[in-house]
């Protein structure tokens, strides 16, 4: 099963996140609280897919993207509607994906299914 690596300021996102993976058969987890906690443990665990806040203290998900995409790194930026100038920028660096806040379990489970493909 896919390694999943969620980087997500808010604990409460975490968990969400986290448990409606695990409902749906990703029970490989790994969590940042940061954006530079999300490149060191890129690099130490090596997930095959990130699921990256836009907005987060250390470094925000644009900057972690641009570091890691260029490393391998599948990426789909989680944000908050209204952040319409970041998933621009973020879909130009290559990230595969978009969940917006409030976001359903499907929508999750669709995206991260399209890009573990």
């Known amino acids: 099963m896919a390694k999943i690596l969620i980087s997500d300021d808010s604990q409460f996102m975490r968990k969400i996140l986290s ?3 695990t409902k749906n058969g990703f029970d490989n987890i790994i969590e940042a609280v940061n954006g ?5 443990k890129f690099k ?6 990130m699921l990256l ?3 987060m203290p250390e470094k925000d998900g644009i ?5 890691l995409i260029p ?3 599948k990426v789909i930026m989680v944000s908050a509607v209204g952040q319409d100038d970041m998933i ?3 879909k130009d660096l290559g990230v ?3 969940i917006i806040k409030p976001f359903e379990e499907k929508q999750v489970i669709d995206e991260v299914k399209k890009a573990l493909v």
């Open 19 to 21: 448990d409606i993976l």
């Open 36 to 40: 530079e906690q999300a490149v060191e």
């Open 44 to 49: 130490s665990e090596k997930p095959d897919l």
């Open 53 to 55: 806040d836009v907005i």
């Open 63 to 67: 900057e972690v993207a641009k570091e």
């Open 71 to 73: 490393q391998g790194a």
């Open 88 to 90: 621009k920028q973020a």
């Open 96 to 98: 595969l994906g978009y």
